[in-house]
């Protein structure tokens, strides 16, 4: 679903629901190359045998990794700007980790528009509350609020 937010019609879509993902996996491959690129070797992400002794039963993602992810869960809902000319990560007002995402899980992004605010001209402030659920789990595994700046031609 593409959804084009514009100054007058983004008011009236605030806590409407903007799309959903398709499911993205989480491979050991996938935690092991974080944990290089982020040196978090922490054993409950990259050792299997030991971190199968913790109560999780094996290694976990990072949070960060989760959280690094939405950008490209997010783009490919399609949510935009008319006229956008380029979007800036603002930055986050929350975020909360709420359950591990296991090795072998999918996990996908649900997207809300939480705000709009026009800051000056062309140049709007917008919220999106991002959840990111894990498949087959009544937990999601983060739930955040993502500012982005988006500048209009």
Request: charged share 15%; proline share 3%; hydrophobic share 50%.
């Given at each position: 679903m593409a959804v084009s937010l514009t100054k007058d019609t983004a008011p009236g879509l605030i806590g409407t629901e903007l799309g959903v993902s398709d499911w993205f996996l989480i491979d050991q491959s996938r935690i092991n190359a974080f944990a290089d690129a982020t040196l978090d070797h922490q054993f409950i992400h990259v050792d299997p045998e030991q971190a199968k002794l913790t109560p999780f039963g094996g290694?976990?993602?990072?949070?960060?990794?989760?959280?690094?992810?939405?950008?490209?869960?997010?783009?490919?809902?399609?949510?935009?700007?008319?006229?956008?000319?380029?979007?800036?990560?603002?930055?986050?007002?929350?975020?909360?980790?709420?359950?591990?995402?296991?090795?072998?899980?999918?996990?996908?992004?649900?997207?809300?528009?939480?705000?709009?605010?026009e800051k000056a001209p062309k140049q709007f402030l917008i919220t999106q509350e991002i959840t990111i659920e894990i498949e087959n789990d009544t937990r999601p595994a983060l739930v955040s609020q993502w500012l982005t700046m988006v500048m209009t031609g």
């Open positions: 290694t976990i993602a990072h949070g960060f990794l989760t959280l690094s992810l939405l950008p490209y869960l997010v783009t490919g809902l399609g949510i935009g700007m008319e006229n956008a000319v380029m979007g800036l990560n603002y930055g986050f007002d929350k975020i909360r980790f709420l359950a591990p995402v296991k090795v072998g899980s999918r996990v996908r992004a649900r997207a809300r528009l939480a705000a709009f605010q």
